[in-house]
């Protein structure tokens, strides 16, 4: 970075930051840009400087920034209809929602409820999880009390689905939660162990995001089916991340969980709107489907046609430009290549969602992910860190492998500069430009 480039960058970002400082409420820490526009996989921030985008929003910007036939239908959409409500629906809902059914396979009777985020969906599954405890009690007459999670579980931040969220951080905060969630180790004998007939549903990721893209054991999903069902329980699958093809699957789930064998219900959100807010769930099958009825759940904006309409388009532009394929080709690339980098460990590749170790260097005095993060950034490259020692990366499903090449070229002399960081004490000077916030 030249040195007027980097004048420039402080003096842009510091007044903008310190206006969101002034303004919003700070859940989420310090922004370290402010980004103004984008295309494809490239943000740009506003001094003009270019990013590749390797997050896409948390995997939800599935077709990058700016997609012009998604732009297209969107703008169409809102010039032409916009929020109606739920007392009525529209063309776009109706459409987006038996789309979904029929990718996802999902046999007559199935439906569709619309939300507005994921921890929206999950809240809905929630609720999909207590009647169903309710109508169908367990071998003592008494309803089913019990809802059972991961340990390492992410499903969101409101209350019903922070109780369903693993992480004592999170929790503490906001306790007392929601009772009756039981969190479990993710393996097949826990669930031998704790399934049994006063648990109503059992909720799980195919991929913990979060916890830095840990996979569940291979066949968990089909002993959890068939426990479940053994016991008369739900099987609720959270895709928030992994869904619309992000581990270049419509679901992650179907690796395992197919046919006959589908769950019970099926949230969604993320990469679904292409960068709209919208959540869903899926109910599967009419006995499924009964539990919530009609005054026992609702959401204002959920499913209206601009939302929808974008799923639609997002759906529409994945199957037509072969992007599932295009994930698997390309995550591979950033998989093997990210194996191949000295000083990276475990790589964990599911299609385009990657989680990667990092060796902490030795007399690290700070949290390296973090530092990696910042050295990336500097380097022109939006990452993430789901810990201290883990990277994750999400990025658009458009991603190129040329662009991906460039990231690899890059990471080694990243993870140098991120070392030093780390292990040096910081050298600072009066003619020194002021930290990011």
């Keep these: 970075m030249t040195a007027q480039h980097t004048a420039s960058r402080y003096s842009a970002q510091t007044a903008l930051l310190g206006e969101y400082a002034d303004s919003l409420l700070g859940v989420f820490g310090s922004p370290s840009l402010v980004l103004t526009h984008g295309k494809g996989a490239v943000v740009t921030d506003a001094d003009g400087r270019d990013y590749l985008d390797l997050l896409a929003g948390i995997a939800v910007n599935a077709l990058g920034h700016a997609h012009p036939r998604w732009v297209e239908i969107v703008s169409r959409q809102l010039a032409t209809l916009g929020h109606v409500s739920n007392f009525f629906t529209s063309p776009q809902q109706i459409a987006l929602a038996g789309k979904l059914l029929s990718l996802a396979g999902a046999p007559a009777g199935s439906h569709v409820f619309f939300a507005n985020s994921g921890t929206e969906a999950n809240e809905a599954a929630f609720k999909l999880a207590r009647r169903h405890g309710h109508e169908h009690p367990g071998p003592d007459g008494r309803p089913r009390g019990t809802v059972l999670a991961l340990e390492s579980a992410f499903h969101g931040r409101t209350m019903g689905a922070l109780a369903l969220t693993a992480k004592e951080a999170y929790r503490a905060p906001f306790e007392p939660l ?46 959890a089916r068939e426990l479940t069902r053994r016991h008369g329980a739900l099987l609720v699958v959270d895709e928030v991340q ?27 959100a993320k990469g679904l709107g292409g960068g709209f807010p919208i959540g869903a769930m899926l109910t599967v099958g009419p006995e499924v489907s009964a539990l919530l009825g009609a005054g026992q759940h609702g959401t204002t904006f959920g499913g209206n046609p601009p939302a929808t309409a974008a799923g639609l388009a997002t759906v529409t532009v994945i199957e037509e430009d072969g992007l599932l394929e295009h994930a698997r080709t390309v995550g591979a690339v950033l998989g093997e290549g990210l194996r191949a980098v000295p000083g990276i460990g475990d790589v964990r590749q599911h299609g385009l969602l990657i989680g990667a170790d990092l060796e902490v260097p030795e007399g690290a005095t700070a949290p390296f992910g973090p530092a990696v993060v910042e050295a990336a950034r500097d380097a022109g490259f939006i990452v993430n860190a789901t810990g201290p020692g883990t990277l994750r990366l999400a990025p658009p499903l458009i991603l190129t492998s040329e662009q991906a090449r460039t990231f690899l070229d890059a990471l080694p002399e990243i993870l140098r500069t991120a070392a030093a960081a780390v292990t040096a004490p910081a050298a600072t000077s009066p003619d020194s430009p002021p930290k990011e916030a």
């Design 178 to 223: 929601p009772g009756g969630v039981r969190h479990i180790p993710a393996t097949v004998e826990a669930l031998e162990e704790h399934l049994d007939g006063t648990v109503a549903a059992l909720i799980v990721e195919p991929v913990q995001g979060e916890a830095g893209v840990r996979e569940l054991p291979e066949g968990y999903l089909r002993a």
């Design 242 to 268: 992994t869904g619309m093809g992000r581990t270049g699957r419509w679901f992650a789930s179907s690796a395992e969980l197919t046919g006959d064998d589908l769950p019970d219900a099926i949230t969604l």
